[in-house]
């Protein structure tokens, strides 16, 4: 995760209430490796039909963990202080015993988020989201343009059905943020995003570039953008987190290479471009600070890595898997050796970008980052 608005500004918003503050000066130290913020996707069911899920989700889908092994998860999780809960699907308000999940981790005081397509958010289930004291709704949102959420999340009036949720999480009091996935389709979309975001009164927006996990690795070549539109799009970025400082709050994930290409605009000096750097490397990524739980149990680096399972909370307990992390996820610049990523300067920073479009689109798990801009735009 690259927080955008703290490094060009130095102030967040939700982040800062969930971690307290950070800077390139201080950065954050929330998650640990053995520690770390933990992504669970509840279940296998959702009401939309995403053309880039990365599990593979649909309304046929399975709920996963009965409801006792769920239970027993979230004991576990309380034992290791886990920082932060990330509960994510599918679409998770599809449990039914969601709120029963809910209602334990936050009986133990674990710091709940949401990961949600808002669809189903009521006023009902905004109150009980409230009443629950979660942190932070994570809403995706994939375009200002209704026709084109539509056509990407797969059901017709999804993006009316999705603003309806926003406006029913934010007039209950919680802080909502939304989600974009950045495509070679959407990507011009960002001018009227912002504005949309701003008329509804959200706090924070995350960009996610578009990985290669489950449905997503089936896109063809069209659907990543250029590097070109790469430039004009987080040019364009490092100006909103100015204009929207302290109110709306910008962040990007699985795109390390974002936190090295604003380094390299904002900076006034070598020595002030090095010390972003190393803020950047503190911010982690798969394996590094997160993992993600799948609704069968199967422990990944994160919730696009779905090749290296780290083990099964059904068949061992949470600790010991957290202790096999394997280290091309910690260390993972030792390990590449694409024609690209293999002979970077800044590998040791970026970690090599998505290990998942790596994989499946690079040449393998030591590969290529496909979508990594760094040797068009900077000297490598």
């Known amino acids: 995760m690259i927080p955008v608005s703290v490094l060009v500004t130095n102030r967040g918003t939700v982040s800062f209430k969930i971690k307290g503050e950070f800077n390139r000066e201080k950065p954050s130290n929330f998650s640990q490796v053995f520690r770390p913020v933990i992504t669970w996707n509840l279940t296998y069911k959702c009401n939309l039909l995403c053309k880039h899920c990365y599990i593979n989700a649909s309304p046929k889908g399975s709920e996963g963990l009965n409801t006792n ?13 886990i920082p932060l809960l990330i509960l994510s699907g599918g679409e998770p308000l599809l449990r039914r015993d969601f709120f029963e999940i809910a209602q334990r981790a936050s009986s133990y005081g674990i710091k709940l988020a949401l990961s949600t397509n808002g669809t189903l958010i009521t006023k009902d289930i905004a109150k009980k989201l409230k009443d629950l004291k979660f942190m932070y709704i994570g809403i995706s949102l994939d375009s200002p343009y209704p026709e084109w959420h539509d056509y990407f999340r797969g059901v017709k009036g999804a993006f009316e059905m999705t603003v309806r949720g926003i406006k029913n999480a934010l007039e209950e009091g919680l802080d909502v943020g939304l989600r974009f996935t950045i495509t070679a389709k959407n990507i011009q979309h960002l001018d009227d995003y912002f504005k949309l975001a701003e008329s509804l009164g959200v706090h924070r927006i995350t960009f996610y570039h578009i990985s290669a996990s489950g449905r997503a690795k089936e896109l063809n070549r069209e659907w990543l953008y250029t590097p070109g539109q790469y430039k004009v799009f987080m040019n364009k970025l490092i100006e909103y987190a100015k204009k929207y400082e302290g109110k709306i709050e910008i962040e990007t994930t699985l795109g390390t ?21 190393r803020f950047v490397e503190s911010t982690g990524g798969c394996g590094r600070k997160m993992i993600s739980i799948y609704p069968n149990g199967d ?43 293999g002979k970077c300067l800044f590998k040791s920073v970026c970690k090599g970008g998505d290990r998942a479009r790596a994989y499946y689109w690079g040449g393998g798990e030591s590969g290529d980052d496909v979508l990594c801009p760094i040797p068009y735009l900077l000297k490598t």
């Open 69 to 81: 092994e769920a239970l027993n998860l979230v004991d576990q999780m309380a034992e290791l202080k």
């Open 257 to 277: 290479f974002d936190g090295i290409y604003i380094a390299s605009v904002i900076s006034e000096n070598e020595n002030e471009f090095q010390q972003y750097l």
């Open 299 to 341: 422990v990944y680096p994160c919730q696009f890595i779905d090749f290296i399972k780290l083990g099964n909370v059904k068949e061992k307990p949470l600790k010991e898997i957290l202790n096999n992390v394997p280290d091309l996820f910690i260390n993972t610049d030792r390990y590449l050796n694409g024609e690209k990523c």
